[in-house]
């Protein structure tokens, strides 16, 4: 093969024989090193990923990609403004609420729960809900049956199944012959819903929206706001500016990004600082490079010198040390992307293998709203890692290949 004069010794380098077997080794180790931290760095990107779209998924199936309300959080005419946002074609379907706080008992078990009013019809067009219930359905919410759907484990830790009656309490004050009492309502348990998130799964109870305006004394036709569902999510910042522009500033308008915007931000600079600490692994084996290619350059000082004598330049020989490294990290970063994939799309299994082993969850729900980790591969991801692995690798050639400059080809020489 005809191969550059300086790639070509580079690579004859990287073989030393004999007693210098140990400069191998210790490419090798630099090798292996690098592909280590590049496989750790590419698998944690992937999960911190597939965390971050199982949440913002998870999250915007119950919240509004835009919540419109007015100053006084009671929307008036919101069908006349759901009419309104049906001639944007980003707008797939839209939805009025009402939310508030209470407390829902059963027997001697008592839990506070944010209260939730919505139209069955429209809220399974704007929201995912309908989709994880697991016993029931939202149809069975009437105007005036006052009947409730319950988290999978509010209902767990109520006690109650469908068909069971629960007492809702909330925070308005009746006035009685025995003073000032808080509102009680009787409601019948018509459904469960499960969306593996304890956030919602523990606190959240549904109910009809007329049964939910009672329950909080809202005047009649008032809601608390409309929702908004939009085909592309990311769209909901522009549209929402769209939106009070038109509207003339007479409603509240608020994106996803307002609602979770701290979230999602701690998310991205928890996967950036995991980036740059999971690059220490990758710069640890670049510094055994340095080691590897000073113990080369101390080795073939005679080497150099009389390729020195016969006409190679000092860029020749920076370049022999430099594509030497290069070597290295190509062959670790090439190593470290497959091994990266690899366990990024078989991910579940080796989590599995590992929990069943030592008989332990690694993702508990309570902490990490989901139960199972998430894995998903972004190639952009792979390419900044694996850019950064080889930029570090040729980096740490260059105070060896700089220290093979300054061999003297007439002092080395004279004593051999």
Known sequence: ????????????????????????????????????????????????????????????????HISISEPDRKLQDWRGLAEQLTQYPEVVASAPFIEGQGMLLYRDRVSGVGLRGMLPTLESEASRIAQHMTRGTLDRLEPGAYRIVLGDELARHLNVRVGDQVTLIVPRAASTIAGLLPKFRRFEVVGIFDLDMRSYDRHLALVHLEDARQALALGEGEVGGLKVRLQD????????????????????????????????????????????????????????????????????????????????????????????????????????????????YNLQVVVGMIEKAFSFKIFSPEVYYISEIPSQLLWGDVAIAAVASILLSVIAAVYPARKALQVMPAEVLRYE
């Open 233 to 344: 999510l990311f769209k909901a910042p522009w549209l929402a500016d769209r939106f009070r522009e038109e509207l003339d500033g007479r409603y509240w308008v608020l994106d996803w990004s307002d609602l979770d915007n701290g979230f999602f931000k701690a998310i991205q600079m928890e996967k950036t600082m995991l980036f740059l600490l999971l690059m220490l692994i990758v710069l640890v084996a670049a510094f055994n490079i340095i080691s590897a290619l000073l113990m080369t350059v101390l080795e073939k000082r005679a080497d150099i010198a009389v390729l020195r004598t016969l006409g190679m330049t000092q860029r020749g020989t920076l370049q022999v040390f430099l594509l030497q490294g290069l070597t290295i990290g190509l062959g670790g970063t090439a190593l470290g992307v497959g091994g990266g994939v690899a366990l990024s």
């Open 1 to 64: 093969m005809n191969l550059p004069v300086p790639l070509y010794i580079g690579l004859r380098y990287l073989r030393a024989r004999h007693r210098h077997r140990f400069i191998s080794f210790i490419s090798l180790v630099s090798t292996l090193g690098i592909a280590l931290g590049l496989t750790a760095v590419i698998a944690v990107m992937s999960v911190m990923n597939g965390f971050h779209t199982e949440i913002r998924d998870r999250l915007l199936g119950m919240v509004s």
